[in-house]
């Protein structure tokens, strides 16, 4: 089955880019979508369709996608930014599949 | 304001059987595709199922293909989930979600699977 790989874990200090990678085979062909999920919460859409931000994301978050691997980059990260982040896509039969997330630390 | 409210977790012993409901307000829900996500405590999130806009397309995830169903009622604004052979390890969070550009998500329901 299609499987998206991220790190487990990021860290990073505050004011600096946290930059979190998503490798999938299909990726080429297929939109990325990234969300944050703080604890105990549901997720929120933070990236759709590799770069584009939803209404009320702050535009420290972008995203990018080259070839297998999507980034979702945060500039001047904050500590309000801690949080799990998933990359979401789909394969080429079109069953869809969530990155096993990355924990990002600010501090 | 966009709600999506589960409904229709709780405990339930192993190869027992459980319907969840999703009830959406807000949005024109017979529009949209929608979804099933879960996530076992302290772990990620997985996509398990999704159903078209008029209910004849849907796609399963491996794990849970054969024992899961999807359906909707566009009529009640409602996306069902019918889990059945139910294993330990499917006890987790259960979402109803539309992701995509226009995002919707519930707050989840628990289910429980355990002797």
């Known amino acids: 089955s299609y499987e998206l790989t991220q790190p487990p874990s990021v860290s990073v200090s505050p004011g600096q880019t946290a930059r979190i990678t998503c490798s999938g085979d299909?990726?080429?062909?297929?939109?990325a979508y990234w969300y944050q999920q703080k604890s105990g919460q549901a997720p929120a859409l933070v990236i759709y369709?590799?770069?584009k931000r939803p209404s009320g994301i702050p535009e420290r978050f972008s995203g990018s996608s080259s070839g297998t691997v999507a980034t979702l980059a945060i500039s001047g990260a904050q500590v309000d930014d801690e949080a799990d982040y998933y990359c979401?896509?789909?394969?080429?039969?079109?069953?869809?599949?969530f990155g096993g997330g990355t924990k990002l630390t600010v501090l | 304001e966009v709600h999506l409210v589960e409904s229709g977790g709780g405990l339930v012993q192993p190869g027992g059987s459980l319907r969840l409901s999703c009830a959406a307000s807000?949005?024109?829900?017979?529009?949209?595709?929608m979804h099933w996500v879960r996530q076992a405590p302290g772990k990620g999130l997985v996509w398990l199922s999704r159903?078209?806009?008029?209910?004849?397309?849907?796609n399963y995830a491996d794990s849970v293909k054969g024992r899961f169903t999807i359906s909707r009622d566009n009529a009640k604004n409602t996306v069902y989930l019918q889990m059945s052979s139910l294993r330990v390890e499917d006890t987790a969070v259960y979402y109803c979600?539309?992701?995509?550009?226009?995002?919707?998500w519930g707050q989840g329901t628990l289910v429980t699977v355990s002797s």
């Open positions: 979600a539309s992701p995509g550009p226009i995002d919707y």
């Open positions: 807000g949005f024109t829900f017979n529009r949209f595709w």
């Open positions: 159903i078209s806009i008029n209910g004849s397309i849907t």
């Open positions: 299909a990726l080429p062909e297929k939109y």
């Open positions: 369709e590799d770069n």
């Open positions: 979401y896509s789909t394969d080429s039969s079109g069953i869809e599949v």
